[in-house]
């Protein structure tokens, strides 16, 4: 290139940094080895061919062809690590202890369903200060509700299995339901069922006649044995919110927000 005066100028061409990402594929213009990545380190890459040959390159300023052109390779800057999240997936609060618990509760029907929310959500609890208590079942629900007192600072959440239109449960619920008081649930029969089959290795949960006890049922129909050898099986194959039914999710969500609110 020549100035206006007539004398000859040199105008130096940037040379793009491209990252060595994993696959991206460039040209050693010395050896005409041409190939994707497959490692980079600060001092060196390595590439292969489409024949599966493998050649480790210094890393140096403009040393390859990228898309015909010269590029620097440099090594690619690690994305922000991902918060850690918990077996619910909320984001996983590192290094802090228990908080004191609330005066509010959340109740659920037996040892199965507590144990099986605090697999799932028993970080988000221990952050919030909630305690999960079992009822053992809802024969007397209007009455124990009474005696625990629901107040603006005493909020009480009630999660029931077969919350279905015209089911005990349901008109159970409706006669304690109030501001201070919340009842959600699943459609399932028993919280077992709000698992997936998959994650207990199964097609479907079976049918089981009624008049008979559903988990009794289940383990007879599948080969488990008693209901505890099946509970250990069920709740032992739990390991995230991932593994269980969005109505149960839903549910336990709800109240978790209800009694912090």
Known sequence: ?????????????????????????????????CGAVVAASVREVTLEDRHGRRR??????AAFLFEGAPATLVVPKRAPAAP??????????????ARTARAARIWVEGLHDAELVERV?????????????????MD???AVVAEFGPGPD???????????????????AAAVAGPHV????????????AVKP???????????????????????????????DGARRVLGAVRSFRDLEVPLINSVERLIDFVTG
């Open 1 to 33: 290139m020549f100035g206006a005066d007539g004398s000859r100028t040199t105008v130096r061409r940037q040379v793009p940094e491209v990252p060595a990402e994993a696959g991206l594929v460039v040209e050693d213009p010395a050896s005409g080895f």
């Open 56 to 61: 480790v390159f210094p890393l140096r300023p």
């Open 84 to 97: 850690a999240r918990s077996a619910s997936g909320s984001v996983k609060v590192q290094g802090q202890t």
């Open 121 to 137: 959500w028993g970080h988000d609890l221990r952050v919030e200060g909630v305690v999960v208590e079992p009822m053992h079942g």
């Open 140 to 142: 007397d629900l209007a």
């Open 154 to 172: 005493r909020r009480l959440g009630v999660l029931v299995d077969h919350l279905v239109e015209g089911s005990k449960e349901t008109r159970a």
């Open 182 to 193: 919340l009842v959600a649930g699943h459609p399932y029969v028993d919280v077992w069922q």
């Open 198 to 228: 998959s994650v207990v290795g199964i097609r479907a949960w079976p049918e089981v006649p009624r008049g008979t006890d559903w988990k009794t049922g289940v383990c007879a129909a599948l080969g488990w044995g008693e209901p505890a």
